[in-house]
């Protein structure tokens, strides 16, 4: 953990100014560098506004958390667990958060979340259990070898403690929501990967950051949005916008507002993921409930009105489930689903109907994911010739697709793997009676 040395810039500009309050400690991360430049400036304690900026620089490009002007209290690290990859070292890593918002005890809750609400809904909503005394995030960095043999992390982040979307597929689903994070919660899981864990690899730097961890983010959109604020802030993170990808599970009120976002100067490259994972309503509904609201053909069309700005393509996300959606005519009817009008196979194979989309092809890659079996799943993973077979009959249609490699599936790192299965909704619920 890095410190302050006493001949650091810091040190020596920051003489006169008072220490900070104990409110602006914990707050720090989840503010843009004006912001906290401007908290300094207004309670007066701080001092000038090039001072604080200076401040803040040191805090995320050196790491520093313990400058008497700044010191910043993050949430401690419980756990790390690694497992091998074909890529590297993959490393999920816990962090204990407080079980409020606010880290008082709340009154007992009137309500659970259980049910896709209004977005942003989740932030504060109290789940208490009398023996639950601490929460966990959970965010994992994921090695990457890339073009010339470049190495590096992604860092895929929790919005959320638990999720109130109930995919079936996934651990995460099995706790509900418990609470949303805020947008410091969710920059002190960077902080922690930046800065405080030992990285398998030292050399590697976090390339790419992927709201994938627990948790829906366009159910907790403004604390995401302010998390993406203070990490493509140049004068903090400094991460580019293109290196963000933000991954929901298909909430359209969600979409249409991002998609105003990012048609905002500064905006345009942010990176969007779609958890599509079904080739029919059916099969959909069956795994996704949010399908029952928000259909396919609904979808589609939030995914032809993205705007699209530099070249760039949405990622459709399919995981693929032995006896769900690996058959033949799945594959067939999301070719279907994803060309549009251009759709050029059969009209049914092995008796099912492979139903036509009007409009145009989908601009994006479809990222096929071997299925990661969650506890007491009732599902294996796919075997490799089954998920070769299914993308090759994609590419037989010319789809834009490709696999991602399964990684960290023996440590419950990987995706749809994460959650405590001791912090459940269910136990809470119990706890309230
Ligand atoms: S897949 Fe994502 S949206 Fe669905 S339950 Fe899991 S964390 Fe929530």
Redesign the pocket.
Known sequence: MPHEHPASPTSTTTASPAPASPALASAVLGMTADQYADACIAAGTHGARPLALERYANLFRRGIIDSPHLPVTLPPIVRTHTSESPEGTVLKFTQSVPVTVDGTRAPRPTTLASAPGEIGSGLGLPVLQPSITSLETESVLIPMVGRKQMRSYTLCLSSQVG?A???GF?Q??QMGLVRSLTAAEIISQYFAAAHLVTRPDPAATIANIVFMG???PLDNYDQVLQAVRVLTDRRGPSLAMNKITIST?GRLDGIARLAEQVRHEGWHRLSLAI?LNAPNDAVRSQI?PINRAMPMADLRRAMTDWPFYCGKHLCIEYVLIPGINDAPHHAEQLAAYYKGDDYDGPAELDGHPIPRYAGPQLRGLINIIPYNPRHNSPWLAPTEEAAEAFMDRLKARTVYCKRRRTKGRDTMAAC?QLGNPEVTRKAVAASLR
């Open positions: 999720c979307m109930g995919c996934c995460t689903a627990m948790g829906e599970v958890s996704m749809g």
